[in-house]
């Protein structure tokens, strides 16, 4: 009888996972092979894609400084905004850990109130704020500081506060969330071995927050990456950044370079998550190495 | 602020710890002579544990002063305080292998790296796991895993060793294993341990003194025997083991000293206690093993009848319905096998031996 209940609970395992699946493989496995197919073939003025096999496109990408440029500015852009959202989200969670439930959920809330006001509004809103004739500049010009209005849009800088404006509340919510699981009995007992506040932090708050550390860095770092509007409305024509790149290939018809840089896109995003993976190493909290 | 205490580990004078409108302790005075072994012991609530937390620092009294080795510490934070502790839930640090659990106290101290390593195998060879340097607290057993939180706790030789209900996670065998490692282990190296726990068997298996609480304050301090024998209050009586409780009259204070007293048709003769009065009534009780029983034509006994009886093997427990409606209990050792062939409905008498009749102050 064991071995039909175990067939049947396998069955069941299976019947619960296959739809998923299934619309996994159709839906983005295959389209991913297919435009893999797409970046390997020349480029053809009446096709989506020509008749040769070619590795051109990439050969083409890593020669190019300009393509080379917008990488370095698509990962500095990622790495600030993942590294600035921890340096800022870790004591919010830290704080946020130790209050009442009630207070964390309001505190909550409040957090993903700006996640309710779509990203083109949002960056609409920097520009009202940022703009030439934005709130700054004409503050600033009414009390006679400045004579002409500052450039404060279009810039790396500017796109990487819009993002984090956007992003740091999912940082907030992984850090929590990783805080919360950490036994509030190590931190007593790391006390009681004699460590004061700041050695309990760095010897057992802080590793045992890292798979939130890992999971808020990669998925902030993730999101940056494919940023689109925020990066359009205040980064401009002079801050683009690779994904800009793909849909500019794709507005002007040349589907294989953009779907060589995608794949670009991808294995960058691939690397990072494993060396953060790799220098983090969340899974010593499990206790194994 | 350092006091001569007369080699008091720990003292606590007149501590009190409130909640908000809840009082935890209630102006609790304890004194530890180094070396001893006391376990707290009382019913979860009875603030047994706050009084731990009270000596470690994770708590502020709220009136009262608290000393460990004659310093007061009320305003030294945990981590400057002589002490180790034990946590019920083990709370071995999951990122770290065994070895730098019970190296850590040590790291703490800046102790140099060479010491370090040699103490850290001296702890875990004491706790028996010689070999585990390199686990991770995931992939020990609980038995093992309260070891390494022992050796973890007693590797920085700490005055004051504070153990949370250590061994309430482990099951009954492993439990027993380990208040016999623990004890051996405490009497080895001479450390004061303070041992909460709300398991009475545990307590007096362990403990030089007991100190049986109910809520906030210290109803009773003594030696395992003392307050099994000699329990002071109804609390006592009945936390530690069952009593069974009679309500009499003293008849008088005879010549000899002692105190004569009537329960229902049975006169005894008990030792003299301060609070008796001739004519005044007594409450008295009477462990259930210490009680024997006679046919119901034997004089001198109280008459009882049986209501049910539980056959466990090596003793047989009766319930029994005395003269007053009150129920009672008596254990008896079957030494022989036609001992105590009694069925529910016999008249039987029960029969109290004058020196284990203890006297109960109050409620």
């Known amino acids: 009888m064991e071995w039909l209940t175990r067939f049947l609970r396998m069955r069941w395992a299976a019947v619960l996972v296959l739809p998923p699946l299934l619309f996994f493989l159709a839906f983005f496995v295959g389209p991913l092979i297919y ?5 390997v073939h020349d480029v053809s003025q009446v096709e989506m894609y020509g008749t040769r096999l070619t590795v051109e496109n990439y050969v083409r990408i890593a020669g190019d400084p300009f393509y080379l440029f917008i990488i370095r500015r698509t990962l500095t852009a990622g790495l600030a905004v993942s590294g600035l959202s921890l340096l800022i989200g870790y004591p919010v969670a830290l704080s946020m850990v130790r209050m009442s439930p009630s207070r964390r959920s309001l505190l909550f809330i409040l957090l993903l109130f700006p996640l309710m006001v779509s990203n083109v509004i949002r960056a609409y809103g920097w520009i009202a704020i940022l703009g030439r004739r934005g709130v700054i500049n004409n503050v600033l010009s009414d009390a006679g500081l400045i004579q002409a209005p500052l450039l404060l849009m279009y810039s790396l800088e500017t796109v990487v506060v819009g993002l984090l404006t956007i992003l740091l509340p999912y940082m907030i919510i992984c850090l929590v969330n990783a805080l919360l699981t950490v036994d509030r009995n190590l931190e007593e007992a790391a006390q009681a071995l004699g460590a004061g506040p700041a050695r309990t932090f760095f010897y057992v708050t802080l590793p045992l927050s890292t798979p939130g550390i890992a999971s808020g860095l990669l998925m902030v770092f993730l999101l940056t990456l494919s940023a689109y509007v925020t990066v359009q409305l205040l980064g401009g024509a002079q801050s683009k950044m690779l994904v800009s790149l793909v849909y500019d290939s794709v507005m002007t018809f040349v589907w294989p370079r953009a779907a060589a840089l995608a794949f670009v896109l991808l294995a ?11 220098g ?5 909290v499990q206790g194994k190495g | 602020m350092s006091t001569d205490m007369g080699g008091m580990d720990v003292v606590l004078r007149h501590v009190t710890k409130a909640f908000g409108s809840v009082v935890a302790v209630n102006d609790l005075t304890l004194e530890i002579p180094r070396g001893l072994f006391l376990s707290l012991l009382g019913p979860s609530g009875c603030g047994k544990t706050t009084t731990l937390r009270l000596i470690a ?24 305080r002589d002490f180790s502790m034990v946590f019920q839930n083990f709370a071995l640090f999951p990122h770290m292998t065994v ?31 010689a070999g585990f340097e390199d686990r991770y607290p995931k992939q020990l057993s609980g038995g093992q895993q309260q070891r390494v939180a022992l050796a973890r706790a007693i590797v920085v030789r700490p005055t004051v060793l504070l153990l949370d209900e250590p061994l309430g996670s482990l099951d009954k065998k492993l439990r027993e294993e380990m208040q016999v490692e623990l004890r051996q282990l405490q009497r080895a190296i001479g450390i004061t341990a303070v041992f909460v726990t709300h398991d009475q068997e545990e307590a007096l298996t362990l403990s030089d003194r007991v100190a049986i609480m109910n809520g906030g304050r210290i109803e009773q301090m003594g030696t395992p025997r003392e307050l099994y024998e000699h329990p002071a209050t109804d609390f006592v009586a009945n936390f530690l083991g069952v009593s069974n409780i009679f309500e009499g009259r003293v008849i008088a204070r005879q010549e000899d000293g002692a105190a004569r007293i ?18 005044a009534p007594v409450r008295v009780a009477v462990r259930p093993e210490k009680i024997r029983l006679g046919l119901p034509d034997e004089p001198g006994g109280l008459p009882a009848s049986l209501r049910h009886v539980v056959y466990l ?6 319930y029994l ?5 009150a129920s009672l209990v008596v254990h008896v050792q079957n030494v022989s096998p036609d001992t105590g062939l009694w069925a529910p409905g016999d008249w039987v008498s029960c029969h109290l031996e004058p020196r284990s009749v203890f006297v109960l102050r109050k409620r």
Do not use: C
């Open chain 2, 99 to 129: 070895a730098n659990n019970v190296a850590f106290g040590l790291r703490m101290r800046r102790v140099p790296p060479r010491e370090r390593d040699t103490r850290v195998q001296e702890a875990l060879a004491l706790v028996h796991l």
């Open chain 2, 313 to 318: 093997g090596a003793t047989t427990h009766f």
């Open chain 2, 321 to 325: 319905e005395g003269p007053d409606g």
């Open chain 2, 262 to 279: 009537a329960i229902g048709p049975v006169q005894l003769s008990i030792g003299w206690e301060p609070g008796l009065e001739p004519g």
């Open chain 2, 57 to 80: 620092g994770f708590e502020q009294p709220s009136g009262g002063d608290v000393f460990i080795q004659g310093r007061r510490v009320n305003l030294v934070p945990v981590y400057r």
């Open chain 1, 35 to 39: 435009l893999f197919f797409v970046s």
């Open chain 1, 268 to 278: 960058i995003s691939l690397a990072v998550t494993t060396l953060m993976l790799k």
């Open chain 1, 280 to 284: 983090i190493r969340p899974q010593r």
